[in-house]
């Protein structure tokens, strides 16, 4: 009998921890994390850089900003002449996506993979989130800068990556009733949120 599998996509607020609690994740249910990495398979599945698909990472460009649900689930062809444009390069990474997805047991961070996947019984949406005031003492250890600096920095990212959502979704990036599981990441260290994790993960895992 075939292992199912499980997919974990992973939304996150910057200086959450989001990303770190996704690799420990990873590492202990020995699944693979995709991050970036999506960036490149998208490159090299289009033939398009993947410095342009780096340029609109979980980042809209104002002037798309007033669209909504953009996502469509079919990439253009490189016959169209809108083969390289902001939406079809969602698109071609949202088809990575799906493709890692219907072939292995994995995890993957951003990109609103969770809205991707949507469809599928087997994936269980995550939402990291942490007050400004945890999100802070996080980045003064990994990033430079004063402490507005980095507030200006975490409100910026944010602040793109829920346009981004928006944008592609038409649906709000923090509504918790967008993902099946919402930790604070301020109330406890590493070890306990991924214990806290894998508990959640384990109970779901029952009914996939």
């Known amino acids: 009998m075939e292992e199912k599998k499980l997919v974990i996509s992973i939304a996150r607020s910057y200086g959450s921890g989001g990303l770190t609690l996704a690799k420990k994740l990873g590492k202990e249910l020995n699944l693979p994390v995709y991050d970036r990495e999506i960036l490149r398979m998208a490159s090299d599945q289009s033939g398009i850089s993947e410095e342009m698909f780096g340029q609109v990472d979980e980042h809209v460009r104002k002037i798309f900003l007033k669209a909504k649900g953009k996502y469509k689930g079919k990439p253009l062809t490189p016959e169209d002449s809108a083969f390289t444009s902001d ?102 260290d590493y070890d306990r949120l991924i214990e806290v994790v894998k508990s959640y993960i384990e109970i779901k895992n029952r009914e996939i």
């Open 87 to 188: 939406d079809n390069l969602f698109e071609l990474q949202a088809d990575v996506i799906r493709q890692i997805a219907d072939t292995q047991s994995c995890i993957i961070v951003g990109r609103c993979a969770d809205y991707i996947l949507r469809d599928k019984t087997n994936v269980l949406s995550l939402f990291f989130y942490a007050s400004e005031e945890d999100c802070l003492e996080r980045l003064r250890k990994q990033v430079s800068g004063t402490d507005e600096e980095l507030i200006k920095r975490m409100h910026d990212i944010d602040k793109h990556r829920a346009e981004y959502y928006k944008y592609y979704t038409g649906r709000d990036w923090n509504d918790a009733r967008n993902y099946d599981f919402c930790l604070d990441t301020g109330v406890m």
